[in-house]
């Protein structure tokens, strides 16, 4: 079998060629802020790519860096002056967040006008009544690829492996809902799930997003299915030029050759998920939530 591989910089470079249409035709410059706190090493490769990725489409870009000891209140104090800054149209904390800090409280505090994250109560109640705001980067990217690539979702059984909010629950809030990249039946499986595989295999469309290094294999993902990876995760791997090297939920048998269509990893919704967070932020600027 032939695969299609669903490649996410195809669908970036259309997202951003769009958004650079709009700057031009409107006279916005959208303006992201992103607090780091702390010194994770991964953080710090999202935070510098969401930087290259404002520079490319001419948006104003701020990183705010706090050490690791930073008390929440201080915290807080930023994202309520970044609140109030006119500049500055999306905040974005940067997750994990030290374990000292509340990532509920300090989500909780960013104006849900500026919430380009889609991590706010309101944004993700929002969601599950069907009237979106802003909407997660992730699950919003893994719906604008299939229908970049003409993979529709309407009654079709998925499959989603991951219940996190930051992606498993509100993508199938989106999966689901009624019109125009829903009517889906999905199907949320988690680490208590009995026989997975059983489940998985019996679905046209798989998504994995749990985090596993090469999790689901073969039994998982039936012949011809489509398969969205969500994972990202870095293994050894002594012949990588850095000892290390980035792998996805899904092993590598059950993809090309096997499935009909997949994302690879890297360069699936990982880049969708920093297209999504510049499009989220120019609906800001533009005054709008932006809509699957």
């Known amino acids: 079998m032939t695969s299609q591989c669903l490649a996410g910089a195809a669908v970036r470079d259309a ?13 916005l410059r959208p303006g992201l802020a992103v607090i780091l706190v702390g010194d994770d090493p991964a953080s710090q490769v999202y935070v510098r790519s969401k930087g290259k990725a404002c520079e490319s489409l001419g948006f104003h870009s701020e990183t705010h860096r706090l050490p690791a000891d930073a008390a929440e209140p201080e915290l807080l104090a930023l994202v309520a002056r970044l609140n109030r800054d006119p500049a500055i149209h999306g905040i974005l904390v940067q997750v994990p967040l030290p374990s000292h800090l509340s990532a509920a409280r300090v989500q909780a505090a960013v104006d849900p006008a500026k919430d380009v994250d889609g991590f706010h109560p309101e944004n993700l109640g929002r969601l599950l009544a069907g009237a979106p705001g802003f909407v ?3 699950p919003l990217g893994v719906s604008v690829l299939l229908a970049h690539y003409g993979i529709d979702v309407a009654g079709r059984h998925v499959a989603i492996v991951g219940r996190s909010v930051i992606v498993g629950r509100p993508l199938a809030m989106l999966l689901s809902r009624k019109g125009d990249g829903g009517d889906a039946t999905v199907t949320l499986c988690h680490s208590r799930t009995p026989d997975l595989a059983a489940v998985t295999s019996a679905c046209g469309i798989v998504v994995a997003a749990l985090g596993a290094p090469a999790f689901l294999d073969r039994r998982h993902v039936a012949r ?5 990876d969500v994972g990202i995760n870095r293994i050894d791997d002594p012949e990588a030029p850095k000892g290390q090297r980035l792998v996805g939920d899904v092993a590598p048998e059950a993809l090309d050759g096997w499935a009909s269509a997949y994302t690879p990893v890297p360069g699936g919704i990982g880049v969708m998920t920093i297209a999504m967070l510049m499009r989220n932020t120019y609906e800001a600027a533009a005054g709008r939530g932006a809509r699957a």
């Open 15 to 27: 997202v951003f060629a769009d958004l650079r249409a709009r700057c031009a035709a409107t006279g």
């Open 136 to 138: 997660p980067c992730t």
């Open 224 to 228: 011809g299915a489509v398969v969205v």
